[in-house]
């Protein structure tokens, strides 16, 4: 079974810009979530998506939003740009309700300068 | 909101040494899972537990979820350098919010040869 990829693997862009980030979810897997990793810290929830829908927000802004497709693949896209959204971008899947575990991808390196 | 407390933040060990790691909240998780993170990957799942009071082992590696499914540990029997990485607690939501991981922040592990 193939597990989660993202890309692209790293990515530098400038305050003000969007950016959209692109990953294909686990064999098998309904459910796709993401999650930015600032430096030294643990990652934090930003949505999940299920049925193509958004189904769960933390605590981020409406400039990050998302897609999920028919294949279960996703994209997360953030407008405007910060310096503060400097981090690790994170992807997993899982099979939801059950939810006994998430395969994350590799992640996707964003630099805002 | 809920918060998990990971502790300690770092540990830096000789080879052979035995080792605990705490995560505690003052919320109830429908289960906890735990991960390990390399540099420049995305986590990986090591277990879940999901009844209070359970106890699971993978090798050398202990998990226990305590009895009131706030906290949970992860020890260590006889480190070997391979084991060096973050290791992640993370909680799911109870009821209809258990998409939703609260990471702690993360317990950076060094075993020294």
């Known amino acids: 079974e193939t597990g989660v990829t993202q890309s692209p693997t790293h990515l530098i862009k400038t305050r003000g810009q969007q950016v959209t980030l692109r990953c294909s979810s686990q064999?098998?897997?309904?459910?796709v979530s993401w999650y930015q990793q600032a430096l030294g810290q643990g990652p934090q929830f930003i949505f999940q998506?299920?049925?193509?829908?958004?189904?769960g927000r933390g605590n981020f802004p409406p400039r990050f939003s998302g897609l999920q497709f028919p294949n279960y693949s996703s994209e997360l896209n953030v407008n405007a740009l910060e310096l503060d959204d400097s981090a690790l971008y994170l992807c997993?899947?899982?099979?939801?309700?059950?939810?006994?575990?998430?395969?994350f991808g590799s992640g996707t390196r964003l630099t805002v300068v | 909101t809920q918060l998990l407390e990971q502790s300690p933040q770092f540990l830096s060990i000789q080879e052979g040494e035995n080792l605990t790691v705490y995560c505690n909240s003052s919320?109830?998780?429908?289960?906890l899972q735990w991960y390990r993170q390399e540099p420049g990957e995305g986590p990986v799942l090591l277990v879940t537990?999901?009844?209070?009071?359970e106890v699971k082992k993978l090798k050398r590696l202990t998990f226990q979820f305590g009895d009131a499914r706030k906290d949970s540990s992860l020890h260590i029997t006889a480190a070997q350098p391979g084991d060096t990485g973050l290791y992640l607690c993370?909680?799911?939501?109870?009821?209809?919010?258990?998409?939703?991981?609260?990471f702690g922040k993360g317990t950076l592990l060094t075993v020294n040869p």
């Open positions: 997993a899947s899982t099979h939801w309700p059950e939810n006994y575990g998430y395969t």
């Open positions: 064999s098998g897997h309904n459910t």
């Open positions: 998506y299920y049925r193509e829908e958004e189904n």
């Open positions: 919320s109830v998780f429908s289960s």
């Open positions: 537990v999901v009844t209070g009071g």
């Open positions: 993370a909680g799911a939501g109870s009821g209809g919010s258990n998409y939703k991981l609260t």
